[in-house]
């Protein structure tokens, strides 16, 4: 009798474990085997780690339970041992889309992560959002002797001060913990992500190309789409509830939910964008990734908004809106931290000082040069071309020339600019475009801008990226009547 009501509790026990596992929360869970990345199968999937992979940090939470834990992922801004502090991952998160300009222009990030070990700097930021369960043990010191899977879902309707209040109590525990990182013997703590570090990890960090990071658009896996990625509005999605942690598709390094679900906050007070930079005047809260209130359409790697921090004289919180962690420790450790830090940026300051007077002595000298070192180019080539190869074709045949040297007529549908770089797009705008003439020369060519909207033509070899016809560095750009 006793075998039996011990194996009856074992079955139910599974029963409840299976149910756990495949309640859909209004849609159904990504198939495991479309995660791409590893699971270390010596560690048992928890309710607070549904995805373990081999490299997570797992921390403790101050409630006294192994089974409560938060996780958090190695996030590499440099590769190597670079000891030039003043070294950092530059790169422009944004948009180009000028109806957002005002919130999402393209402006300068840079990024140096404060840990480090043989394989460069890094930092850490929470694999998760912060979940029901963790904000309890946190803030309330609660833990259930088993959390169950409404512990797992993300916390929202919080304020930015309940935030940060989280982020400091964490922090008071960390100093106490055995297994929290340390940096030459000063213990990491917690705050809200710093935004720039949350746009780099989010959209792919190191493990991806400088083109492909400021993208937009671009995913993980460009077979899926982003409802493989995100909870967003719709019945067909989160039908408005938050959902639970870890249900989509990971980012390439590894974090879950940094699209969709609940809106995380950062750091800083929001600033309004301008091309290359932010407005000096700072408001209220920066939230940023979408959620479950966001449609699929505005869901972007660029898309972050402003909180009000008080609404009708309440600190404001949303349905919507949540939070995840990120650890830091301080910059000038100790004397010596900071001396070296002193040095690099002396000798960063020199070398900037010379680099400036060579790029004005070069720049006179390219702006004396630019005319005739295009027509002798031009010259040069003209006269290895058959004169049938400067009949000129459209932009929708432009395909059809790859690696032949062709002239390109068409009207310019779109001028896009980021990072001195420019990109006229023929035949429709991006990403609907049939031909592209891509620049990383404009001193060469005038402003650009002035091409928008009016028919160009353009000499050069066409080239093909990624199936796109295109022409580098024209040796002719043109107006025509």
């Known amino acids: ?32 085997k479309d995660f791409v990345f590893v699971i270390d199968k010596s560690i048992k999937k928890t309710v607070f780690n549904p995805h373990p992979m081999k490299d997570d940090l797992v921390l403790p939470l101050p409630c006294g339970s192994e089974k409560y834990s938060i996780v958090f992922r190695k996030i590499y801004t440099n590769t190597g041992k670079d000891s030039d502090m003043t070294n950092g991952f530059t790169f422009y998160d944004g948009s180009d889309d000028p109806l957002n300009a005002a919130i999402q222009s393209k402006r300068k990030c840079n990024v140096r992560g404060n840990f480090s070990d043989s394989k460069g700097n890094f930092f850490y930021l929470a694999k998760y959002e912060l979940t029901t369960g963790q904000y309890d043990a946190i803030v309330n010191g609660k833990c259930k002797n088993s959390p169950s899977i409404k512990d797992a879902v993300a916390k929202s309707n919080i304020s930015i001060d309940e935030a940060r209040n989280v982020a400091k109590l964490y922090s008071d525990f960390l100093q106490k913990s055995k297994k929290t990182p340390t940096v030459q013997n000063e213990k990491a703590y917690a705050s809200l992500p710093y935004e720039c570090y949350w746009s780099f990890a989010q959209r792919g960090g190191l493990s ?63 600033q309004a964008t301008v091309q290359g930079d932010l407005l000096a ?29 008080y609404t009708n004289g309440n600190p404001t919180k949303a349905e919507d809106t949540g939070m995840r962690l990120m650890l830091n420790v301080s910059v000038t450790l100790d004397r010596e931290t900071l001396k070296k830090l002193e040095s690099d940026v002396i000798k960063k300051n020199a070398s900037r000082k010379t680099k400036i007077k060579q790029d004005d002595e070069q720049t006179k000298k ?35 020339y790859i690696g032949k040297f062709k002239k390109v007529c068409g009207f310019v549908y779109q001028v896009k600019i980021k990072n001195n770089q420019a990109y006229l797009n023929f ?19 005038g402003n650009i801008y002035d091409y928008s909207g009016k028919k160009v033509c353009v000499t050069g070899t066409i080239k093909s990226y990624r199936s796109m016809p295109e022409i580098i560095n024209p040796y002719t750009l043109e107006l025509q009547n």
């Open 1 to 32: 009798m006793k075998k039996n009501t011990k194996n009856n509790h074992l079955f139910t026990a599974l029963k409840i474990a299976g149910i756990c596992l495949s309640v859909s929360f209004n849609a159904s869970f990504a198939d495991e």
């Open 281 to 309: 005047q700072k408001g209220g809260s920066t939230v940023r990734g979408g959620s479950i209130l966001t449609p699929f359409s505005l869901m972007t790697n660029s898309l972050r908004t402003e909180k009000k921090r």
């Open 208 to 270: 991806v190309n400088k083109k492909d990071l400021e993208d937009e658009t671009r995913l993980a896996d460009p077979t899926k789409t982003v409802k493989d990625y995100a909870w967003c509005y719709g019945p067909d999605s989160s039908n408005g509830k938050v959902q639970v942690i870890g249900m989509k598709l990971p980012s390439e390094l590894g974090l879950f939910d940094m699209l969709g679900n609940v809106q995380e906050f950062m750091d800083e007070p929001f």
């Open 427 to 445: 035949g429709g705008r991006y990403p609907n475009q049939k031909f592209v003439v891509y620049i990383n020369k404009m001193y060469k060519y």
């Open 366 to 400: 390219l702006s004396n040069l630019a005319s005739s070192v295009k027509e002798n180019a031009l010259d040069a080539n003209v006269k290895q071309k058959d004169k049938d190869n400067y009949r000129y074709i459209t932009p929708y045949k432009a395909a059809d």
